[in-house]
Structure formats: structure tokens, C-alpha cells
């Protein structure tokens, strides 16, 4: 299978701990992004990378969320000091050039 | 007021029905459109995009959008079982952001 991947695809963790997700995007696919999906909500928008730079942030992305992509490769998402309010589905999304961004499974976390 | 607008259903149809879903959106920028179908604890995956006001069509599928209304719809013929999902719709503003912005989600039921 060739598509987005991440893991893990479902993390429980007690409030205050940190945890890291990473994404490996579609091979040769240079745009990389992270969304956060709550249930019963569309998913909403984190990060963008383009290549390894970091190019857009959405404000939903406090100063305890920080993402990676470091080779421009795959990337990792780490919440430091987790709160009941980050749990939610966490979404990586790539592209090559155009708009369309293909998902992966989604990163499930429960925090307690 | 959220940028897209989308009332989250259920919507149960019996199989063989037509269906259709709809969304409004506020940002007169928008200028990608699309719509992504997402089962139950599965990423979201791309069904239709376009640019463009009118109708495109692909297979049992058809996207529709009205920029003049900002109106965004998605017409399934000869729906099936295996159509029940949430089907999200939505967009991407103008200007330099690649971020996607989506609606709630309509959840669909197809009764075989």
C-alpha cells in the first residue's frame, strides 16, 4: 500500500504526559499537512510543510503542539503536556503539487 | 457563522435512491472545491474536486457548485449499502494558504 500512513492509530495517555505521532506522506509527495478531527466535526486545519520547511500554522496550534519534517520526508506532531481538550483524531494529509490532499488513517488519541 | 456550512444529518435513503447532499459556504475566495467520504474511524478519502461552477461528473457521482449562491452539492445515483459513510465538503480560500476548510459532515445511511 502506497498511501499516507501514521502511527500509532490509537494512543491513550493520563493528562499532562507528551506524545508523538508520525506520518509518512505518499512517496515523492512534497506537501505535507496535519489536521485535528473532533467527533461530529469536519476535520480542521494544523500545519503545512512544504518539503522540510514549515510554511503555514494555524493558530488552533498552541505553543504546547509543535510538527516536524525534518528530511522532508515523514513527520512527526508532538503535544507536550497533553489536556482532556486534545483528544480528537489526528490527520495527516499529502500532495504533490495541486490541491488535492490524500489522508491517512488518523491518529486516535484518548486523553484520560 | 462557520466558513461551510453543513447540516450533519442522519440521512437514510433506501438503497437504489438518489441523493443529495448539500453545503453552503461564506468565503467568496474559495477556489477549490471538493468533497471527501469518511466511514466510521477511517481517514477521509477524496471522491470528487473542482475549480469551477457548474456540474462534474464521475461514475454514479456528481459535484455541483453555484460560486454566484456559494452553494457546494454532491448528487449520488443509484445509491448503495456500501454509500453509508459521512461525506464532508468543502474548500480552500484564495491566496497564499493551502489549507482546507470543511463543513461538519452530512452522515448518509443507505437501507439495502
Known amino acids: 500500500d502506497t498511501g499516507v500512513s501514521q502511527d500509532p492509530r490509537h494512543k491513550i495517555t493520563k493528562r499532562g504526559q507528551n506524545v508523538t505521532f508520525r506520518c509518512d506522506p505518499i512517496?515523492?509527495?512534497?506537501?505535507l499537512y496535519w489536521y485535528r478531527q473532533t467527533l461530529g466535526q469536519g476535520p480542521e486545519f494544523l500545519t503545512y510543510f512544504q518539503n522540510e520547511a514549515q510554511l503555514e500554522k494555524s493558530r488552533l496550534l498552541s505553543d504546547r503542539f509543535s510538527a516536524e519534517r525534518p528530511k522532508g520526508s515523514f513527520s512527526t506532531l508532538e503535544i507536550q503536556r497533553t489536556e482532556q481538550g486534545d483528544s480528537a483524531m489526528y490527520l495527516c494529509a499529502s500532495s504533490l503539487l495541486g490541491d488535492e490532499q490524500f489522508f491517512g488513517p488518523g491518529t486516535r488519541l484518548t486523553v484520560l | 457563522q462557520k466558513e461551510v456550512e453543513q447540516d450533519p444529518g442522519p440521512l437514510s435513503v433506501p438503497e437504489g435512491a438518489i441523493v443529495s447532499l448539500n453545503c453552503t459556504y461564506s468565503n467568496s475566495a474559495f477556489q477549490y472545491f471538493m468533497w471527501y467520504r469518511q466511514y466510521s474511524r477511517k481517514g477521509p478519502e477524496l471522491l470528487m474536486y473542482?475549480?469551477?461552477?457548474g456540474n462534474k461528473e464521475d461514475g454514479r457521482f456528481t459535484a455541483q457548485v453555484d460560486k454566484s449562491s456559494k452553494y457546494i452539492s454532491l448528487f449520488i445515483r443509484d445509491s448503495q449499502p456500501s454509500d453509508s459513510a459521512t461525506y464532508l465538503c468543502?474548500?480552500?480560500?484564495?491566496?497564499?494558504?493551502?489549507?482546507?476548510?470543511f463543513g461538519t459532515g452530512t452522515l448518509l445511511a443507505v437501507q439495502p
Open positions: 512517496s515523492e509527495h512534497n506537501r
Open positions: 473542482t475549480y469551477s461552477s
Open positions: 468543502g474548500g480552500r480560500p484564495g491566496g497564499a494558504t493551502n489549507k482546507l476548510i
